[in-house]
C-alpha cells in the first residue's frame, strides 16, 4: 500500500471572472503538493459523476459533513473521479456542491497511482476509479477505506466504508 499520495498534476478548470467574453473559465494545473502540502485532507474517489450512488448518497453526505470535517482539522474534502473537468464542472452545478472540491482526475493517472484504477466496461464505463475514501496529512496517507470486491468488471458497486460517516467517525476517534 502507498504512504504518499502520487504525485500527480490535475488539469481543471476555473471560473476567472476577469475574463471577458461568453467563456469565463481558464485552464489550470493544480498539483498534489497544491492540495496536500502542509494540509489535513479528506479525499473520497467514486466511479462518475451523475452516477447513482455517487450523486444520490457519496458526495451529497459529504457536503452535509463538510462543517464538521472542518471542526475536526480538516482543511479540504475533495472528490476524485476519472472524469474530464467539464463533466466534473456540471456535475458540481448539478448537486450545488459548494463545499467539496470536485477533482477531475481525466487520465485516470491519480487513480492508476493510488492501485484503484478498475475496468468498468461491463457498465460502458471504461476505466475508472474503484470507490474509497482516506485522509491525508501532508502527502502521508493515515488512514484508507476501500471497499471490498475490487475487480475489472465487479458486478456490483459496493458502497460500505468510504462514506462520509465512516470517514467522520475514524476523525473524532483519532
Known amino acids: 500500500m502507498l504512504t504518499n499520495v502520487p504525485n500527480i498534476t490535475f488539469k481543471t478548470r476555473v471560473r476567472n471572472d476577469a475574463l471577458s467574453g461568453t467563456n469565463p473559465f481558464e485552464w489550470k494545473d493544480v498539483t498534489t503538493d497544491d492540495l496536500f502540502k502542509n494540509k489535513k485532507v479528506v479525499v473520497f474517489s467514486l466511479p462518475g459523476a451523475f452516477t447513482p450512488t455517487c450523486s444520490t448518497t457519496h ?19 475533495v472528490c476524485i473521479s ?16 459548494k463545499n467539496v472540491f470536485l477533482l477531475p482526475d481525466g487520465n485516470g493517472d491519480f487513480s492508476r497511482q493510488m492501485g484503484m484504477l478498475v475496468k468498468k466496461d461491463n457498465l460502458g464505463f471504461g476505466m475508472r476509479s474503484w470507490r ?19 475487480q475489472d468488471n465487479a458486478p456490483s ?5 468510504s462514506d462520509a460517516d465512516t470517514m467522520l467517525s475514524y476523525l473524532k476517534s483519532r
Open 132 to 150: 474509497y475514501s482516506m485522509y491525508v496529512e501532508n502527502g502521508a496517507i493515515q488512514k484508507l477505506f476501500s471497499e471490498a470486491g475490487f
Open 157 to 161: 458497486d459496493p458502497f460500505e466504508v
Open 82 to 97: 476519472v472524469n474530464d473537468a467539464f463533466v466534473m464542472y456540471q456535475w458540481g452545478k448539478s448537486q450545488d456542491a
Open 59 to 77: 458526495l451529497p453526505r459529504y457536503e452535509e459533513l463538510y462543517s464538521e470535517f472542518k471542526a475536526q482539522g480538516v482543511d479540504a474534502v
